[in-house]
């Protein structure tokens, strides 16, 4: 039974999702930085207040933005993408169980172990690639109708201006149709770990986060299946058509999250040594102005999660 406060929170972060998400379903360009805070709230619910404020604050964003356009896809939407992700991302940070080993003395409160940070990221990668999954069949996302209409409109606005070739408007809009289900899914898993992390941050400053402050940088990972799914998705990437959007959604999520390890490893060994500020800028200014580097940190992401798997099986 939710707790009546708890109930007011998970009413007021709901709506305030809502409303911060709403921009997007009125295709309002100066809302979508609004858009991106969208899951705090529920995050901040979640943690603060317990997983089943966390789910209610979710259902109720859904209800508020399909309330507010009439349109139950729109609320379905939210809660697929942004919602519900939020709402399991705070579920698995609050979950925690007795420590095996307790302290001789009597204490107050047992020591607990919390659920490890690569498996919280793993379950946040696993709602955003079923949420976009879900959103794509709510679409109605068909690959060779959206390339004919994508081809049909670069031919008209390129005009008289472009001597661009039937064949090449249409590989350039193969090319922006096979990048739509990886680049969503990568976004998503990108937003929701940023706001799990400033939501845990303003929910321990209120004395409602129950879990100790994580060290990020040297328990950020991901379980080793991660690499196996990853290896999969890319050769059915190949494919093309509904099974290849599916495996670039899932492809797009898990590399978002192997990035976010190899970000995660350069703070880690970086620490303590002489010009990491000026590493740290010059990789995240690398990253912002170039994009491509964001590869390097993938394939150090995968290194790293290797590593940890053949250093379990040694132990």
Known sequence: MIRPSALLVALVAGVTSALLFAGLVVESATAIGLALVAPMPIVIASLGWGSVAGFAAAALAGLTIAALFGDAA???????????????????????????????????????????????????IASVTLGCLFYGWLADFDPAALNDALSDALRQQAGMQAELTDAQLQQLSQLVVRLVPFAQPALLVLVHVVNLY????????????????????ASAGLPWIAIVLLAVAALLCLEGGLIGAVAAAVAGALTAGFTLVGLAAMHRRTRGRAGRGLVLFAAYAAILLLTFPILVFTVIGIMETARVRRAGKRH
């Open 198 to 217: 400033v939501g845990a941050a303003v929910t321990r400053a209120s004395g409602r986060l129950p879990r100790p402050k994580d060290d990020v940088p």
């Open 74 to 124: 729109s609320g379905l939407s939210i809660i697929a993408t942004i919602a519900l992700p939020a709402a399991v991302a705070g579920h698995f940070c609050g979950l925690a169980r007795p420590a095996a080993a307790q302290p001789a003395n009597d204490m107050p409160s047992p020591r607990l172990d919390w659920y490890p940070l690569p498996g919280i990221l793993f379950a946040v």
